[in-house]
Structures are given as C-alpha cells and as structure tokens.
C-alpha cells in the first residue's frame, strides 16, 4: 500500500531563486577538482633486517630527529 | 584587510591544533600583504591572551564572557558574530576541532556564507585566496575560491600547517567583552567524560606505532606494543584489528577512528587502505613496514622497510634501544 501512489504525484521543481536562496553570494567558487598529485618521496631501505633497522633508527635519529 | 586566526582552549589549555590555525594564518596574511591577528574565547582567558602576545601579530583578542566559560554553539556564534562587525575580518581561520566542527557551519550560514572545512593547503592566485579541500576520505582534491564579500571561514585539517613555524614576535592583547544574555544559549554543557577508564588521546601523542592486519595474530600485538614502549610511543591500530576486539576501538586510526598528526607515525603491517590514510597522513614523519612493497602505505611514507615484520620489528627495537 502506498508504494504506487508516488508516480502519481506530481514532482514540483523549486530553484534557490524561488526559495530566497541567493547561491552566487555564498562566497566561494568551486574552481578546479583532481587526483592529488603524489608529493612524498620515499626513502626505502634494503639488507637484512638488522641492517634496514639500523639504517632506519639512524636516519629517523638524526635527519627527521623524531627520536 | 586581515587574516583573523581563532584560537581553541579548554579549561586554559590550548588546543595543540591552535598553534597550526596561527601559522597557517600568518602565512597567509604575509601572501597576501595584510595583518594578522589571532583570536581566543572563553573567561579568563587573559593568560592565554598573553602567551599570543608573543608572536607576530597585529593584535589578540581576548574575548572574555563568563558565558564562554564552558563551550556553547549559541555562545560562541553570538560572541563570534558581535567580533566580526566589531573588527571587519576579511578571512577567519579556525582549527578543524569537533568543536569548530559543532559552531562554524551555524556561524557561517547565519551570513550566507559557505564555510570551507577540512582545508590542507591554500595558496594565492591574482590576488584571491585559494583553498584545497579533499573530497571522497582524499581520493579527490578540489580547488576553492573565496569570491565575493567578506568575511570567509575556513577549517584547517590537523597537521596540514606546522605548529613551530609560528612567527614570533610582539602583540598587544585587547579585551573585548561581547554581549551574551543567558536566554540566547538553548543547551547546557554537561561535565565532560571520556568513554572509557583506560582512555587513550591518541590526538597528543607525539609518537605513535600503529598495527594493521599483517599481524597476523592477536597475541603477535605484544611484539608492536614492545616497539612502542622502546619509543616511548602509544600503540594505535587500523580497523581491522579494533574490529576483530584485538584492539580497543579507541585505538583505531582513520575516517572511523581518530584522526592524528603525530611527529612520527611507525605503520606495521598496514596496507594503507585510504579510511586509514587520511587518518594520519598529516603525521610529520612516517615510517611503513610491510611486505608488500606496492602497499598504498608507501606513498604517504617518509622512510619504508619492504620485509616480513616479524623479522624486522624486533631488529627495530634492539636498535631503538641501543640509539636512546
């Protein structure tokens, strides 16, 4: 019951203009939408795990000095 | 003309986050060639006010009201409002906070303006400010203009700015006491809880290591929470992990968890499912070990180990130990 009604209806069209909404006022402009481009570069070190851990704790201590 | 960064605290406690608002406001301002001031509410706010008054800054504004003690969107829009016909700002800055999350649309709408949220870079083009913004957990960016009349509103997404590239220098602090009456605010804060005993802010951590399903096992989690410990970090996971209860879910990372931006992120055994990524790719350092070395991980990564974690991590920790 009621799932048919709906096609009956009448679809009323309403603009932001009739509705009081003023959409170029809001202040801001949609300018330009795309895939961010890739900016990192990546340090990856190789050897055994003995030697790209010590590698990694070397570098995180004295380049990024995070630790 | 002018940039006017505002500020977060809480109980007299900046919100870390204000600090990355006020850089990002200063260079904004020295792009475009105008002043910069910075902004902070709340009652007795005066020692907060300043510790502004060190940095390099047209003015600071301490807006007192004893109504602003405890966080109300009705208080601070109206506060915030009366500012804004008070001090002509062309841009408001604000840090993308839950609660700058709660007010800022209210605050905008109630000018007709669009508030752009969740900024992570802008630039200067003719003479007008352009903002990025991503669409789709980060999948897209978009380029927003501010066009038209001032003033605009923008958010800025955690660790999209640096906190110590604020510029120092001397201010003079100017107390403004905005009109609130008790009847304009409809809701009464509560005191504040967290939702759990064993509450973990992931938001404050400076180092976080976090696991992701390449762990394999529950009990494996030991082996990470030792890394940690060795770095004096928190141990934080991807949703995997928290759905699988391996984890508590306030240890989750990503668009479902908690957003951070600690100085190192240490990432074991994640992939980098996007949810994740944009959860802490404003991290300053980030470190991945994985094994699979096209892991969309890498691409947000500062410095990568391709290997079996189980062979690496313990390797990590006798070597964190020996360099501390």
Known sequence: MGIKKPKSKEVRRVTAESLGVLAAASGIALERIYLPERTKHTQLFDGSPKEAAAKLVEKLKFEARVI | ?324
Request: proline share 4%; charged share 20%; net charge negative.
């Open chain 2, 1 to 324: 003309m002018s940039v006017l960064a505002i500020l977060e605290q809480r109980s007299g406690q900046w919100n870390r986050m204000s600090f990355e608002t006020l850089a990002a406001a200063q260079q904004l301002a020295k792009e475009l060639g105008v002043t910069v001031s910075a902004a902070v509410l709340g009652h007795g706010v005066e020692t907060l006010a300043n510790e502004l008054a060190t940095k390099q800054l047209a003015k600071v504004y301490a807006v007192e009201h004893e109504l602003l003690q405890d966080y109300t969107p009705d208080a601070y829009c109206a506060a915030l409002a009366q500012a804004i016909d008070q001090f002509h700002p062309a841009i408001l800055l604000f840090p993308h906070t839950y609660q700058v999350r709660d007010f800022l649309p209210k605050l905008a709408t109630a000018r007709r303006r669009v508030a752009v949220s969740d900024v992570v870079a802008h630039r200067v083009d003719g003479g007008s400010v352009i903002l990025v913004r991503q669409l789709f957990q980060g999948k897209v960016s978009a380029d927003i203009r501010l066009t038209g009349e001032s003033p605009h509103f923008a958010s800025l997404q955690a660790g999209a700015y640096r906190a110590d590239q604020v510029a120092e220098g001397t201010s003079t602090v100017e107390v403004v006491h905005p009109s609130i009456a008790p009847a304009q605010i409809r809701t009464a804060p509560r005191e504040l809880f967290r939702e759990s005993q064993r509450a973990v802010d992931l938001g404050s951590a400076e180092i976080i290591v976090s696991v992701g399903r390449g762990i394999k096992e529950a009990e494996n989690i030991a082996l990470v929470q030792q890394l940690a410990d060795a770095l004096g970090g928190e141990l934080a996971a991807s949703r995997p992990i928290c759905d699988a209860g391996w984890l508590p879910m306030e240890r989750q990372v990503g668009s479902s968890g908690q957003t951070v931006a600690p100085k190192l992120y240490l990432a074991v055994g994640i992939s980098g499912a996007i949810q994740h990524l944009v959860g802490m790719k404003g991290s300053r350092t980030i470190v991945a070990i994985n094994k699979d070395a096209e892991a969309p991980i890498f691409e947000v990564a500062d410095y990568g180990i391709v290997g079996d974690l189980f062979q690496v991590v313990p390797e990590l920790i006798a070597e964190v130990k020996k360099a501390k």
